[in-house]
């Protein structure tokens, strides 16, 4: 493929129930393609497990922002070039920023099967787990709710769940995080991080594929197949299937989930020029057993409840199902002066129907009575229509070369929630210390509106990277973005506003040598937050500014990098819980803006191949975060966090590749609500998780691999506050592939 870039360089298993036919249609299609894909004519293997498009054969331009060179594909852990940050095809060590990609080779590597298990191993990216279905990502301190899809954004809350941090990745070519302000291309953001799911796309002239399936505790069973290949003689139009289902239970009792996705994608030449991509994405999940919050933490003398990590507070009629439907479509044309233009579009629906309870309450140590139990009947629905324009490319300026990029966005999205709610009483709850999930349903009132929002973005952007001298350059730019809300609710009635805002961007790379590079960038933050106080007002917006500074390297052309950052961010009105008190007539979480906040600190991150047989991903942060008046902000957050991972290929033996890899995080705390109603501080103790791999090419087809984590069974924590929830205990899985 042809690029062109500017200076690239334990418990017991259970059975799961029999299939309900709502799946059947999702099997026989996946029995189809696997059936299809072990018939289909062979070519060369890939000497590994990744899937298919290890020889790229199309043509493609840097200058597409989801274009895929030789070297950014294959069995890497780094990339040669993004467009991560400023829409600008660049190598990493040219970005003013800190950016992770996470190849789809680490993917494999790890059996990182979701967005979620993704971040949780990125450098710089912290997880609270609110329940089974829900978990927030932060970064620096603030939570990350900037997702995009090839590019455009989707707004994520941490309030309702539709399935974004469990979305699988079996149908992404690799997963981008900027840590820091991304206002430039997402407008308004928290300066946290962005994370950019890139899809998968049919490269391949000849038939090629992966199948896979696997086996892992709790009774995990998944199967995967990755087909591509051409639709005509000349290969000029090709498509790409990638399909799966997976079944396990949990370590917690009485929890079952089950899952199936289907993506397809046409890729067209149209001509030498101009390239065509359309694509259907569908993911569904069903869920029995799913938890709203966790194991309430305190008993009724004030001491701290010592369920088992298999405690599933979640009465056995509770459950969680996600459906989400994605069409997009992306349209380039490249120009013979160099410059090319680029228009995106997605339409995306995605529901959910969570019938759930809350337990509350402190109980009682011998008795297991006393808590109580708060039941939400939950539908919820988001419809997102968004499209961007772009054209990027060279021009001159006092005898020298220069990229410009300009673009425009639009995008509408539509979240609507109806809501049935009811209480338990102690009574019903009964006795927590035999607790099996068995607790009369309730007789739920019918489905009314709850809330809804009606989101708004339009955008105009631009940027330029002017080469200043050989080594160094100025990349300055700047967004408009008008943002718009309209917002119903049952408590706070009807509201509207809208903030017009100009994100600025500068960032200054110097090349020091042909390996080091140092930088420097600032940028400000906008971004509008539902966070309500006590009284039901809606918080104001976040508003700050942000810098960092660092020092980026790379060698062997671009296969080993790394980084180093120092970075501030200043910001005002940043929402926080008002310890344990409620919006008023509801049972969502009182907030409160702090003034002030600082978060400051450093961190650093080696990727990629040090050697042809060793692969390693490590990095660490360590950072402070206060308000105006020296209180710390989101405690419950680790301050210093460090994270490793490994691949080595045997010398004396090829077909073996051996790896593992370790996560630390300092201690933490929260202060909660205790018996007397006073705040009481509870602690998670610094830990570490060991996790091991291992494969093994049986032929240059088949391989087959060992995937260990929490190798040494710690038990810890994953929510601090008035609930616990546990992380996972020791699992493993074994996976089979055969590729073609």
């Known amino acids: 493929m ?186 308004a953001g928290n300066p946290s991080a962005s994370v950019n799911m890139v899809r998968k796309h049919a490269d391949s002239k000849t038939w090629t594929g992966t199948v896979t399936g696997t086996y892992g505790s709790w009774d ?27 079944d396990k239970d949990s370590y917690l009792d009485n929890y079952k989930a089950r899952k199936a996705f289907i993506y397809g994608v046409v890729d067209a030449d149209i001509t030498d020029n101009t390239k065509l991509s359309v694509g259907y994405d569908y993911q569904q999940s069903r869920v029995r057993g799913s938890t709203w ?114 673009g425009v966005t639009y995008s509408r999205q539509n979240n609507s929630y109806d809501a049935s709610t009811t209480s338990f009483s102690p009574e019903q709850i009964g006795n927590l ?93 906008f971004q509008p937050q539902d966070y309500k106080t006590v009284d039901g007002k809606l918080l104001d917006p976040i508003k700050g500014k942000s810098y960092e500074a660092g020092v980026k390297s790379d060698w062997y052309n671009g296969s080993l990098t790394a980084s180093a950052a120092v970075f501030r961010v200043e910001q005002d009105n940043l929402g926080q819980q008002d310890g344990s008190k409620y919006v008023e007539g509801s049972a969502d979480q009182a907030y409160y803006a702090a003034q002030g906040t600082v978060s400051k600190g450093v961190e650093f991150e080696v990727n990629g191949a040090v050697t042809d047989s060793l692969k390693v991903t490590f990095g660490g942060t360590s950072y402070s975060i206060k308000d105006g008046e020296g209180n710390g902000v989101s405690t419950n957050l680790p301050r210093t966090a460090f994270k490793l991972f490994t691949s080595y290929k045997l010398p004396v033996q090829q077909d073996i590749t051996v790896g593992g890899g370790a996560t630390w995080q300092n201690r933490t705390y929260q202060d909660t609500s205790g018996v007397s109603g006073k705040n009481v501080r509870i602690y998670q103790g610094s830990y570490a998780l060991f996790n091991l791999f291992t494969r093994y090419q049986i032929t240059p087809q088949l391989a087959a691999q060992l995937n260990v984590n929490n190798l040494f069974d710690k038990t810890y924590y994953t929510n601090l506050s008035n609930y616990i929830v546990y992380g996972e205990p020791r699992n493993a899985s074994v996976s089979m592939s055969y590729s073609f």
């Open 433 to 525: 210390n035999d607790w099996d999930g068995s607790m009369a349903d309730a007789n739920w009132d019918s489905m009314a509106p709850y809330s809804g929002e009606i989101i708004r973005q339009k955008s105009a952007y631009s940027a330029a990277r002017f080469s200043l001298a050989d080594p160094l350059s100025l990349i300055v730019g700047a967004r408009y973005t008008k943002w718009s809300a309209e917002e119903t609710g049952i408590y706070t009635g009807s509201s509207s506003y809208e903030k017009n805002n100009v994100t600025p961007y500068a960032g200054l790379v110097y090349d020091i040598n042909d390996t080091w590079s140092a930088y420097a960038s600032y940028t400000s933050i």
């Open 293 to 406: 919050g966790g194991i309430p933490t305190w008993y009724t003398d004030g001491s701290k409840t010592n369920f088992s990590r298999s405690f599933n507070p979640a009465p056995d009629w509770t459950h969680y199902n996600v459906d989400s439907k994605k069409v997009f479509a992306d349209l380039s044309h490249q120009f013979d002066n160099g410059w090319n233009i680029r228009a995106n579009g997605t339409h995306s629906e995605t529901t959910f129907d969570s019938k759930l309870m809350y337990l509350d309450g402190f109980p009682n140590k011998i008795t297991g009575f006393g808590a109580t139990g708060y039941g939400g009947w939950y539908q919820g629905k988001r419809k997102l229509d968004s499209v961007d324009v772009m054209a990027n490319g060279p021009f001159q300026l006092l005898g020298r070369q220069h990229e410009l990029i300009a």
């Open 2 to 187: 042809l690029v062109r870039a500017s200076k690239v360089r334990g418990k017991k298993l259970i059975q799961p129930a029999r299939i309900h036919a709502e799946w059947k249609s999702t099997l026989s299609v996946l029995t189809v393609l696997i059936g299809f894909a072990l018939y289909a004519p062979h070519s060369d293997a890939a000497e590994t497990t990744s899937s298919t498009s290890d020889t790229i054969v199309v043509d493609a331009t840097a200058n597409s922002p989801n274009a895929t060179t030789p070297e950014n594909s294959g069995k890497a852990y780094a990339v040669k070039t993004t467009t991560a940050g400023t829409g600008l095809t660049l190598a990493p060590r040219d970005i003013p920023q800190s950016v992770s990609v996470i190849t789809k080779q680490r993917m494999l590597d790890q059996n990182l099967n979701t967005v979620g298990e993704v971040l949780d191993q990125t450098v710089g990216v912290y997880s609270q787990t609110t329940d089974s279905e829900r978990q927030q990502y932060y970064a620096r301190g603030f939570e990350i709710n900037n997702y995009t899809f090839d590019g455009i954004p989707t707004n994520v809350t941490g309030a309702w769940n539709f399935g974004d941090s469990t979305e699988d990745t079996a149908i992404y070519d690799r997963i981008e995080v900027v840590r820091g302000a991304t206002g430039l291309l997402s407008g």
């Open 220 to 246: 995990k069973r998944r199967g995967v197949v990755d087909v591509q290949g051409p639709l005509n003689d000349s290969g000029t139009v090709r498509g790409r299937v990638v399909a799966g289902y997976q």
